[in-house]
Nanobody, 122 residues
């Protein structure tokens, strides 16, 4: 069974940086896109950034120039480097892996991480 385990959240001052990681455990054959989403207080969950299997990236406008998404296919891990953090970045951050196959002819399934809290405050 595939599980996503996130790490790297915490409390940081405005202007600071954090690096989130999300690693998949279990037997995995392939993963298509990997992404990060967030849900702020009283808000809907929104896309932050996504990276394709060929490492094409796409960012929400509110993080462009500040956040960088990357992936390590050998480790089945996605990262989110967050720089110049703002109080409005405070949210629970979730990773999502799209179209995961556990073997070559297996079905495609999507998986979510459990979420990690990021709080930006002085």
């Amino acid at each position: 069974q595939v599980q996503l385990v996130e790490s790297g959240g915490g409390l940081v001052q405005p202007g600071g940086s954090l690096r989130l990681s999300c690693a998949a455990s279990g037997s995995i054959y392939s993963i298509n896109a990997m992404g990060w989403y967030r849900r702020g207080p009283g808000k809907e969950r929104e896309l932050v950034a996504v990276i394709s299997r060929r490492t094409t990236t796409n960012y929400a406008d509110f993080v462009k120039g500040r956040f960088v998404i990357s992936r390590d296919n050998a480790k089945n891990t996605v990262y989110l480097q967050m720089n110049n953090l703002k109080p409005e970045d405070t949210a629970v951050y979730y990773c999502k892996f799209d179209a995961v196959r556990t073997w070559v002819l297996g079905p495609f399934n999507d998986y979510w991480g459990q979420g990690t809290q990021v709080t930006v405050s002085s």
